[in-house]
């Protein structure tokens, strides 16, 4: 852990007063959003054999802030990626409002069954800074996640979508904003290292977002704003030839 980091971290650690007031003022007044609509299952590209794609993780892959699952994030990343692969991409979306590193462990993962990905992603992270997790808490849970889908899929590519900056929310006021920003970086700083300890890859962030990119909650992004972030994360998949690095994994297999 960089100094910078450390230092953030004892830093809002002496700010959490502020961060229970103000988060006790949100809470109190945002709109709770219901997950997306289910299949969780769907396929673009047409006939033949998909490269199947399967995302874990928090309200970004149940799809919350829209009317259909389609609409959120993994399904619009397969579809992107299916228009630049020019081949059917298959997506299936695990995903649980709120959900953190720990409820992963023990919810997310055992309700997978026998589904067999070629890359497997994750998208948790964001909670576990909102809810004030601590660092070792979230440290042995993260860890304990990349060692389970390395041995629940070991032969599909395996990545982490990096947590985005918390000064994206327009729902929260800026000084939770600066205090949440600064323990989503202690906990991202310590998911990076550990990708890269256990063999999973790293997406970015993401581009710049703008409030109209948000659900009514103003906190989960909506149909247009999902689309638009998976338009920035598809290229990354596609430089890194993820696809025929899957592939591959299964012809060595």
């Known amino acids: 852990m960089s100094l910078k ?3 953030l971290g004892f830093l809002t650690l002496a700010l959490f ?5 103000f988060g006790l003022f949100v809470r109190a007044r945002q709109i ?3 997950p997306a609509a289910l299949p969780r299952r769907h396929r673009f590209g047409g006939e033949g054999e998909a490269l199947r ?3 874990l993780g928090d309200s970004s892959v149940a799809g919350v802030g829209t009317d259909r699952l389609e609409d959120g994030l993994g399904a619009q990343i397969a579809r992107k990626l299916s228009e630049g692969l020019g ?6 979306a695990y995903g649980f409002n709120s959900a953190t590193t720990a409820d992963l462990l023990t919810v997310a993962l055992p309700a997978i069954g026998g589904e067999d990905p070629h890359i497997a992603v994750m998208v948790v992270g964001v909670n576990d800074a909102k809810n004030f997790r601590s660092h070792g808490a979230f440290r042995r849970d993260f860890g304990r996640l990349c ?6 899929f070991p032969e599909a590519v395996l990545a982490h979508v990096s947590m985005p900056p918390m000064a994206i929310f327009p729902v929260l006021p800026t000084v939770l904003r600066l205090i949440l920003d600064a323990r989503r970086m202690l906990l991202d700083e310590t998911a990076a290292r550990l990708c890269k300890e256990r063999g ?3 997406l970015p962030t993401g581009p710049d977002v703008t409030p109209d990119w948000f659900a009514e909650d103003r906190f989960h992004m909506n149909a247009r704003g999902y689309r638009l972030w998976a338009e920035a994360l598809v290229p990354h998949i596609l430089a890194e030839d993820w696809a025929d690095e ?4 299964r012809q060595r297999g």
């Open 32 to 34: 709770r959003l219901a």
């Open 5 to 7: 980091t450390r230092a």
């Open 200 to 202: 999973l890859k790293r």
């Open 246 to 249: 899957a592939l591959a994994l």
């Open 17 to 21: 007063p502020l961060y229970v007031g």
């Open 53 to 55: 794609l399967l995302f």
């Open 87 to 92: 081949r059917p991409v298959e997506a299936v």
């Open 147 to 152: 060692y389970m889908l390395n041995a629940r």
